[in-house]
C-alpha cells in the first residue's frame, strides 16, 4: 500500500542531543499526526497537526506542518533514555492514515 | 477515561484456524478503525466503521477477513482459514470527528501469529 518516506530510518544519539526526523509525499494531506511505538505496544499519538504552516509543542517535542502540505517534521530537544522508540508520521486526506515506515530511536547514557 | 482495549494480546494458531479479536472503542467515539502492522513497516489501513455501519474497506481485506461492529460500540475482527502470510499485529483505533478533526486513538494490539 501507500508509504510515506520517513528518514532516518534510524538515529544513534547520546543522551541530552537533540533529535530532528521527516517526512514527505507526494500526495498533499490535510493532517500531520506523529506516533510513538513501544516493542509490542500499538501507537501513542505524540502531536496532531492540522493546518498548512502550523508549529506545535508538547513538552520536548516539535512538529511542523510543511507550507506544501507534503511534509512534516519533528524535532525532540534534550534527549532522555525513556525516549527509546520507534516514532511514525502519519498523514490523513481523508478517514484512514498513511503511514511512514518509522524512524527506530536509540539513545545512550 | 479508559483508552482503547484490544483482547486478546497474543494469540497463536495453526494454519487453516479462524481467528476472532475483539476491540473496545474509546467510550463516545463513533468511529472504529482496523489497521494492520508487520514488522518493519508502519500500520496499514484495513477497515473502518461509523457507529454501526463498516464505510470502508481496503484492498488488504481478503474475503477471509470479516470485521463487524453490531451495536456501534465494540467490534470483532475475524480471520478465516488462517495462512502464514496473515502473521501480524492488529491494531484498533477509534476517533470522535468534529467539523475539522478526526484524530485517531490506538489499543495495544493484538500479535497473531500462524504457524
Known amino acids: 500500500g501507500q508509504q510515506l518516506n520517513q528518514s532516518p530510518q534510524s538515529m544513534f544519539i547520546q543522551e541530552g542531543e537533540d533529535v530532528s526526523m521527516n517526512c514527505t509525499s507526494s500526495?498533499?494531506?490535510?493532517?500531520w499526526l506523529w506516533y510513538k511505538q513501544d516493542p509490542g505496544e500499538g501507537p501513542v499519538l505524540l502531536i496532531a497537526?492540522?493546518?498548512?504552516?502550523e508549529l506545535t509543542s508538547n513538552g520536548r517535542l516539535t512538529a511542523q506542518f510543511g507550507i506544501t502540505r507534503k511534509d512534516s517534521f519533528l524535532n525532540i530537544s534534550a534527549s532522555i533514555p525513556s525516549d527509546v522508540g520507534i516514532y511514525f508520521c502519519a498523514g490523513q486526506a481523508g478517514t484512514a492514515l498513511i503511514f511512514g515506515k518509522g524512524t527506530t530511536l536509540s539513545v545512550s547514557s | 477515561d479508559t483508552g482503547v482495549s484490544q483482547d486478546p494480546r497474543h494469540k497463536i494458531t495453526k494454519r487453516g484456524q479462524n481467528v476472532t479479536f475483539r476491540c473496545d472503542p474509546i467510550?463516545?467515539?463513533?468511529?472504529l478503525y482496523w489497521y494492520r502492522q508487520t514488522l518493519g513497516q508502519g500500520p496499514e489501513f484495513l477497515t473502518y466503521?461509523?457507529?454501526?455501519?463498516?464505510?470502508?474497506k481496503s484492498r488488504l481485506l481478503s474475503d477471509r477477513f470479516s470485521a463487524e461492529r453490531p451495536k456501534g460500540s465494540f467490534s470483532t475482527l475475524e480471520i478465516q482459514r488462517t495462512e502464514q502470510g496473515d502473521s501480524a499485529m492488529y491494531l484498533c483505533?477509534?476517533?470522535?470527528?468534529?467539523?475539522?478533526?478526526?484524530?485517531?486513538?490506538f489499543g495495544p494490539g493484538t500479535r497473531l501469529t500462524v504457524l
Open positions: 483505533a477509534s476517533s470522535l470527528p468534529d467539523v475539522l478533526t478526526d484524530t485517531q486513538y
Open positions: 467510550s463516545e467515539h463513533n468511529r
Open positions: 497537526l492540522y493546518k498548512a504552516g
Open positions: 466503521f461509523q457507529n454501526e455501519a463498516q464505510l470502508e
Open positions: 500526495s498533499i494531506f490535510n493532517t
